[in-house]
């Protein structure tokens, strides 16, 4: 019994140290990749600020805070092969060959709507939200936005997009192992639009209703999608069990 116990704890410390060296080469990787990140961050900068135009800072350290800002984001980015590379190594052992066959299927579409996400947030929400947002100052206020409130804005948005776009594909691969069913997603609608706008209030960086019903609109439509794309992959009725 003494044997099994040290046994255990033998096998929680390897796989704690394995968690903290894994740790170390994800930072590593992010830091490296940064440097590259940094040095094309007025690259990024011109790309991110086109839907609001000239931007100002307001304190003699903000610029170059905003550029660390930057190279740290793009870093994470141009390390993100690294880093899922070691997730992947860490979580692999502990799932079956089953669930390894579904998240090697399902995470190119991952990636691919993450980007459909943040490139329907730059291309089309952010350009009009900027400019319903901007025209409440009307013609006696004139926009002074600071560089970092800016980013930090953007960089929410987008990320946001991303994360809210993989609803349907969370919802497919639950469906598929069984543990949503569609009927379950259309009776519980009013919740799910209650959930929705919360989450949508909580992700978004600023507080005005616009900016959530950005947000929420997507959601609903992709929360819709996903019972759609529920009822197509889920079993035959006669082949439920309930």
């Not at 590593?28 to 800072?57: E, M, N, T, W």
């Not at 141009?78 to 299927?105: D, H, M, N």
């Not at 709507?113 to 291309?123: A, K, P, S």
């Not at 930090?152 to 691969?173: A, C, R």
């Amino acid at each position: 019994m003494r044997r099994e116990e040290d046994t255990k704890k033998l096998t929680l410390i390897e796989h704690l140290n394995e968690l903290r060296w894994r740790l170390i080469v994800c930072l590593f990787a992010i830091g490296l990749s940064a440097i590259p990140g940094y040095l094309f961050s007025d690259k990024l900068l011109s790309i991110l600020v086109r839907p609001v135009g000239k931007l100002v800072f307001l304190a003699p350290t903000e610029a170059l805070m905003a550029k660390l800002k930057l190279g740290l984001f793009g870093g994470f980015f141009l390390a993100l092969p690294v880093v899922l590379y070691q997730v992947w190594g860490f979580i692999s052992c502990g799932l079956t060959a089953k669930e390894k066959r579904y998240i090697l299927i399902y995470f190119p579409f991952s990636i691919l709507l993450f980007l459909v996400g943040v490139g329907f947030c730059y291309f089309f929400v952010l350009p009009l939200g900027v400019k319903i947002l901007l025209s409440y100052g009307g013609e006696s206020l004139e926009p002074m936005i600071s560089i970092m409130t800016y980013l930090s804005f953007v960089m929410t948005l987008l990320i946001s997009f991303g994360i809210t776009f993989e609803l349907p594909l969370g919802v497919l691969f639950l469906t598929r192992i069984g543990l949503i069913k569609p009927r379950f997603l259309s009776r519980n609608r009013r919740y799910a639009i209650l959930i929705i706008f919360i989450v949508a209030a909580i992700l978004t960086p600023t507080v005005d209703i616009v900016n959530q019903l950005f947000l929420a609109i997507p959601l609903l439509l992709l929360y819709e999608l996903s019972i759609i794309i529920s009822r197509l992959v889920s079993p035959p009725r006669g082949n439920r069990k309930d």
